[in-house]
């Protein structure tokens, strides 16, 4: 069995400028800055404002501030995966489109769907790639434009999502860094409780459909936050459970970013102390595809060569998983 393991070498991401705060919600739908930071810890999110620009345009831009800092050659890139719950368009490919946009002509490409946990997923797919000897640069772009799905009335929804994406680079490892071990896991009597009902071939569009507001996100929060405080915990403790690993050996603890709670309990549940847990839910909300990245974007300065990290999402589906990266950058560039 190849020695090969599949390493995160560079990292980008990016945010809209506009910010959604507390403060303005609580002008929109009936909700309070205390009642939303208590329950999420969110403060604010950030939303995708521009004419015509789409899930496509962060998961570019995202790319673009990668490349700038790390000098990567986009021409190099065999492969584009794109994490994402918000396409640009239905059927055709957002991953192509990026791949084309950003001039990575020798890439071949494809989105991926599996909601909040696409990211965690996708880097589990890119690594397969490596490992297997047949691509040296696979790209992993997460990103969500979820203000698009939102309905602004609707004070269960509203409150939590915002747009950003993040990417990462994977390429070939022989010293031992990269990705170590993963647990994956899904459940689809769970899709009742966080959906769009209508838009899909289950329920077309129709001007029904538009006037029940049947085309935005549907979630049951209690039920999904059941779902997720335990599942998310689970594989987190069995993650290190099958790696003989502590919450003294974890550096860090990658954790989606759903909800306050849902991470803390996860941190509580494998021993870590509260500065080794990565946040910034408080200033993005929960931007599905884009959170992981985005925190190793965000926390980039902070990690070491060598670092033990351990990431963990849950996503409607349901879908959830774990994943045991050893960190291969450092220092920053």
Known sequence: MSNVKAAITAVGGYVP????????????????????????????RRLLKEEGAGTSTLGIRAIEDMVANFKVDV??????????????????????????????????????MAACSGFLYGLSTGAKFIQSGQYKKVLIVGADKMSSIINYED???????????GCVLLEPNEEGYGL???VLRSNGEGRQFLKIDAGGS?????EETVRLNQHYVHQEGQQ???????NMADVSAQILERNHLTGDDVDWLVPHQAN????????????????KVMLNIQRYGNTTNGTLPLLLWDYLDQLKKGDKLVFAAFGGGFTWGALYLTWAIDPKK
């Open 180 to 182: 170590q071990d993963e």
């Open 202 to 206: 289950i329920l077309p569009a129709s």
């Open 224 to 230: 999904v936050f059941k779902f997720a405080v335990t």
């Open 260 to 275: 306050l709670r849902i991470i803390n309990a996860t941190a509580n549940r494998m021993g870590l102390d509260e500065e």
């Open 75 to 112: 021409k190099d890139i065999d492969l584009v995966i794109c994490s994402t719950a918000t396409p640009d368009m239905p059927v055709a490919s957002t991953a192509a489109y990026i791949a084309t946009k950003i001039g990575a002509t020798n890439a071949f490409s494809y989105d991926l």
């Open 155 to 165: 004070r269960a929804t509203c409150v939590i999502f915002g747009d950003g994406a």
């Open 17 to 44: 400028e506009f910010r959604l705060t507390n403060a303005v919600l609580e002008q929109m739908v009936d909700t309070t800055d205390e009642w939303i930071t208590t329950r999420t810890g969110i403060k604010e």
